[in-house]
Nanobody
Framework: QVQLVESGGGLVQAGGSLMLSCAAS????????MGWYRQAPGKQRELVAT???????NYADSVKGRFTISRDTAKNTVNLQMSSLKPEDTAVYFC?????????????WGQGTQVTVSS
């Protein structure tokens, strides 16, 4: 069973920075992709950033140039460095991992961590 545990959320003023971390229960190399999604109140969950194994990272247009996704293979974590935060970045942020095996794709999710940006 795969477990993903997020940490690093909290309250920050607009313009500030936070780093989210997602610890996986197995090697990050066992996943075809890892990433971050977010869900604001009353809205659908949306992609923030993904890091496919062996490919370039992808970012939502709204966070390009402000957020950076990275992977720490020694700690089996995927991190999201968030800078120049805006009130519209307020949401629950979820870690995601994807495994593809014999044509079957499985998605794993963390429990989420709240990020609140005050104006």
């Amino acid at each position: 069973q795969v477990q993903l545990v997020e940490s690093g959320g909290g309250l920050v003023q607009a313009g500030g920075s936070l780093m989210l971390s997602c610890a996986a229960s197995r090697s990050v190399f066992s996943f075809n992709a890892m990433g971050w999604y977010r869900q604001a109140p009353g809205k659908q969950r949306e992609l923030v950033a993904t890091m496919p194994l062996g490919s370039i990272s992808n970012y939502a247009d709204s966070v390009k140039g402000r957020f950076t996704i990275s992977r720490d293979t020694a700690k089996n974590t995927v991190n999201l460095q968030m800078s120049s935060l805006k009130p519209e970045d307020t949401a629950v942020y979820f870690c995601n991992a994807v495994q593809k095996w014999l044509g079957v794709e499985r998605d794993y999710w963390g429990q989420g961590t709240q990020v609140t940006v005050s104006s």
